[in-house]
Nanobody
Framework: QVQLVESGGGVVQPGGSLRLSCAAS????????MGWYRQAPGKQRELVAQ???????LYADFVKGRFTISRDNARNTVYLQMNSLKPEDTAVYFC?????????WGQGTQVTVSS
């Protein structure tokens, strides 16, 4: 069974930081690329960052230099460190993994950037 559980969202002021975590069931984590997506109200879900099974990272242009994705293989967990947050980063953030061609998603965690 594929399980992804996100945590770490919240309300933060512009310029602040948050760290999101996604705990994955062990059988799906090992060696697979893990991603973070986000979806703002009225908008499509979009890729934020991805990390391959061997640690190669990819970022959307709108978060480069501000967000960092990482993984801890011993803990079956992927992280998203978000710095210099902007109001436009407000969204529900989802953890993602693809297993045999099927996308699996966590329940999402709300990030709100507001003064």
């Amino acid at each position: 069974q594929v399980q992804l559980v996100e945590s770490g969202g919240g309300v933060v002021q512009p310029g602040g930081s948050l760290r999101l975590s996604c705990a994955a069931s062990g059988s799906i984590f090992s060696g697979r690329a893990m991603g973070w997506y986000r979806q703002a109200p009225g908008k499509q879900r979009e890729l934020v960052a991805q990390v391959s099974g061997i640690g190669i990272t990819l970022y959307a242009d709108f978060v480069k230099g501000r967000f960092t994705i990482s993984r801890d293989n011993a803990r079956n967990t992927v992280y998203l460190q978000m710095n210099s947050l902007k109001p436009e980063d407000t969204a529900v953030y989802f953890c993602n993994v693809v297993v045999t061609g099927t996308h699996y998603w966590g329940q999402g965690t709300q990030v709100t950037v507001s003064s």
